[in-house]
């Protein structure tokens, strides 16, 4: 994700964010005014953000100052004026109660608000730093305008206010909310790294006037569809403006691929991932203490294989590790962009002409791209593939309609490659996969499973081979560490080293690979289905594509009735061929679901049992003997020990894989 989350608590802001964060990330000198720190760092002033600042006589792009910050978000929610009012009931003779109580935005709160953090893709900020003033102007101003988007979407479909007994009430604020925003040029190891910290205030005004908190958890929830928006704006506006593209990159084999602009070397993102190069070494070491830590007993305490959940906190703690602390000083952004420059012309691989020439390669990568991929976006097979993916990511393929727009914006910028889309079309994929492909499985026990945010869904689709209905083998081959050839072929594993005490840790297939395959499988069954076959709006699909096909890749036609009952003939089972799909690429007709053929769906079939196989294999070769003693039982009250797998698909450790 490119957009993070924490929480703001009132003695937070004194320790840290008017220390370091409201001056770039650096150490602010004691008793030196914010605005003259923020001038010696290099950094511009805070501005004030959202609909919600007329309630409060601020106005949109206004500075912000020390004391507005601590009356927010630093004395557990008063007005940023509230100085100023308590003082003038004062003077007019009212008692220190009631001019306290008077700059006060209803109840006080512990947790005064929530740190957004927005940062572009790797390619965006490096065309930030190292191209010209144009570039960096047109960068910042595509950034602004997206979080700019994003806070209006959090306050008209995300942010809710709760009152009355056990906050069983609930209202978007009509007035809308009250940001704080501060800009940040580098990262802790002095890379760069173009991001916004958006102060985001809990606090929010009902319909009756009276000033309510916002439920931070729901922002947590909604962070993932948050940040793909994000993504999918600046990344829109920034192609749009300097004549660029966007194409996938994968980052980690089998894992979902993030969208960077085309034409930028990929070495240039290596050279400022100086910090991944550390969490990546830190986090193997993790990877195998983990899969090795015994108990007491000499027991495994852990699954002898590294699963998502798994690997994401393993994650967290290492970066945890590796954090390099705070830089003393800043500098100002034109020193930065200059020097970012000499770096990356001396001490990466990439040549000082490309280096200095990245607008024109990119512009260059974005023609060839748009010459072969036109904007078409097939809403019923956004649906099908949205639906698929989300099925298989989410817990025993379940999911509420927030996972379902998360997907349905990753989905979009896949497809458009950069190009702007028309308001409301991740809405309209939404629809369509709850409708067509969504079953509502909500069976609310409160009166939040019955809002619509809250609804359970899983997927319609009877589909037993679907990858998210297997539990994956115990022990796998790392599916992240295949061989460079591309046989296709998983890497044997390799003995542990004996120096680092490291080797090949097994892991849990990733969902994404499974998510690709059940989309496919589905996208193949819709497609080889007759039209007297599908009821309902399944058929909208059918005849979807019956539009927006190329008669060549539509499904062979059925059978003459003269040919009813005769046996088909032998041969491949090919729905679409290699011919078939040169003839999409040369007829300008971008869909993402038409890359699997039926061939590849095999192949990617037989790879996962091949791997299921061989896991199995591996598991009796160092199965306990017969005449072996039985091994110590687990206590029941250890909650981490190591157990078999179970038939019972929604529990034990792997529940949600």
């Not at 009509?174 to 580098?186: C, D, I, M, S």
């Not at 192609?239 to 085309?262: D, S, Y």
């Not at 990546?280 to 590294?306: N, Q, R």
């Not at 069976?443 to 619509?452: K, V």
């Amino acid at each position: 994700m490119t957009v993070d989350i924490r929480v703001i608590r009132a003695g937070q802001m004194y320790r840290y964010y008017l220390r370091q964060t409201v001056v770039g990330d650096g150490r602010r000198p004691a008793r030196t005014p914010l605005r003259a720190a923020q001038e010696q760092a290099g950094v511009p002033a805070g501005r004030w953000m959202g609909r919600g600042l007329a309630a409060l006589g601020l106005t949109p792009g206004e500075e912000v100052t020390e004391a507005q910050l601590r009356n927010l978000f630093g004395e557990r929610g008063r007005h940023p004026y509230a100085d100023q009012i308590e003082a003038d009931l004062l003077a007019k003779g009212d008692s220190p109660k009631t001019a306290f109580k008077a700059g006060a935005l209803g109840r006080r709160v512990m947790v005064t608000g929530v740190d957004f953090v927005f940062r572009p893709q790797p390619t965006i900020y490096l065309l930030w730093a190292l191209g010209d003033e144009e570039t960096r102007r047109v960068i910042e101003a595509a950034h602004e305008r997206a979080i700019e988007r994003v806070l209006e979407w959090i306050e008209d479909e995300a942010a809710v206010i709760r009152y009355g007994k056990d906050g069983i009430y609930k209202v978007r604020p009509p007035g809308g909310l009250v940001a704080a925003r501060f800009r940040h040029y580098e990262a802790r190891s002095g890379m760069p790294l173009l991001h916004d910290h958006l102060l985001l205030s809990v606090k929010g005004q009902r319909l009756d006037g009276k000033w309510g908190s916002i439920h931070s958890e729901v922002l947590f929830e909604n962070t993932v569809a948050a940040s793909s928006l994000y993504n999918e704006l600046v990344a829109a506006e920034v192609c749009q403006e300097l004549g660029l593209a966007t194409e996938p990159r994968t980052v980690t084999a089998g894992r979902r691929p993030v969208m960077e602009i085309a034409g930028v070397p990929h070495e240039l993102i290596g050279w400022t991932a100086k910090r991944g190069e550390q969490i990546a070494a830190c986090l193997t070491e993790l990877e195998h203490e983990y899969i090795t830590a015994v108990d007491d007993d000499g027991e495994l305490k852990y699954l002898p294989a590294v699963s998502e959940r798994a690997r994401v906190e393993l994650m967290r703690m290492a970066a945890h590790k590796t954090r390099p602390p705070k830089k003393q000083t800043a500098r100002p952004l034109t020193q930065l962009r200059a020097d970012w420059k000499q770096s990356a012309i001396d001490t990466s691989t990439v040549a000082a002409d490309v280096i200095n020439s990245l607008l024109e390669r990119a512009r260059a990568a974005a023609v060839a791209i748009r010459s072969r991929a036109a904007a078409v976006v097939d809403i019923a097979l956004a649906a099908v593939d949205v639906t698929a993916v989300v099925f298989v990511m989410n817990g025993g393929g379940r999911f509420h309609r927030r996972h379902l727009l998360a997907e349905a914006r990753r989905h979009l910028a896949l497809v458009l490659r950069g190009r702007r889309r028309e308001p409301g079309l991740d809405e309209r994929i939404v629809a369509a996969a709850i409708s067509t492909h969504c079953l509502d499985i909500s069976e609310p026990e409160t009166a939040r499973g019955l809002e619509p945010g809250y609804r359970l869904y899983t997927a319609r689709w009877d589909l037993p081979e679907l990858p998210a209905r297997r539990r994956p083998p115990a022990l796998v081959p790392d599916l992240d560490r295949q061989s460079a050839a591309g046989s296709g072929e998983a890497a044997a594993p390799q003995p542990p080293d004996r120096e680092t005490g490291l080797g090949e840790v097994p892991r849990v297939p990733l969902r994404y690979e499974r998510a690709v395959l059940a989309g496919a499988m589905v996208r193949e069954k819709l497609r080889t289905t007759t039209v007297t076959a599908v009821r309902g709006q399944a058929y909208d699909v059918v005849a979807h594509q019956q539009a927006a096909m190329p008669e060549q890749l539509l499904a062979p036609p059925g059978p003459d009735s003269e040919d009813v009952g005769q046996e088909p003939e032998a041969g491949p089972r090919e729905t679409i061929d290699l011919t078939a799909l040169r003839a999409l690429r040369q007829s300008r007709t971008d869909v993402e679901a038409l890359d699997f053929t039926a061939g590849q769906l095999r192949r990617v079939t037989d790879a996962f049992t091949k791997a299921g196989d061989g896991a199995r294999a591996r598991t009796r070769k160092h199965a306990r003997p017969e005449n072996a003693p039985a091994p110590h039982p687990a206590r029941e009250d250890d909650q981490r020990a190591h157990h078999p797998p179970r038939t019972d698909p929604h529990r034990g450790p792997e529940a949600g894989r």
